[in-house]
Nanobody, 127 residues
Framework: VQLQASGGGLVQAGGSLTLSCTVS????????IGWFRQAPGKEREGVSC????????YYADSVKDRFTISRDNAKNAVYLQMNSLKPEDTAVYYC?????????????????????WGKGTLVTVSS
């Protein structure tokens, strides 16, 4: 089982980035995917999660109306479109998988309930 986050980088405030999470060793049909982030000196937090049905999505209040999660099961990939980036979005972003995740808020708020994790990708937003 592997998850690989990519797409991070340096961007100016107000800019956009799209993160990708590609998975291998399992099928996305049975796993919800979440995006989490950890800034220096801060606890890891849930940014956005989807669900296996697609009916339940979660966004942290701090990213609502700016970030969008989406997936392409055929490509075994989940994306996080990040717009209107702010310096406070600076963090290492991780993707993680939740087996049979149905209610996004229930696992997105508690990162230690996720089953598998990938290595992170650094997003730096300059002011």
């Amino acid at each position: 089982v592997q998850l690989q986050a990519s797409g991070g980088g340096l961007v100016q405030a107000g800019g956009s980035l799209t993160l990708s999470c590609t998975v291998s060793g399992f099928t996305l049909d049975y796993y919800a995917i979440g995006w989490f982030r950890q800034a220096p000196g801060k606890e890891r937090e849930g940014v956005s999660c989807d669900s296996i049905s697609g009916a339940s999505l979660y966004y942290a209040d701090s990213v609502k109306d700016r970030f969008t999660i989406s997936r392409d099961n055929a490509k075994n990939a989940v994306y996080l479109q990040m717009n209107s980036l702010k310096p406070e979005d600076t963090a290492v972003y991780y993707c993680a998988a939740k087996y049979k995740g149905l209610r996004a808020g229930s696992y997105c708020r508690f990162y230690n309930t996720m089953n598998y994790w990938g290595k992170g990708t650094l997003v730096t937003v300059s002011s």
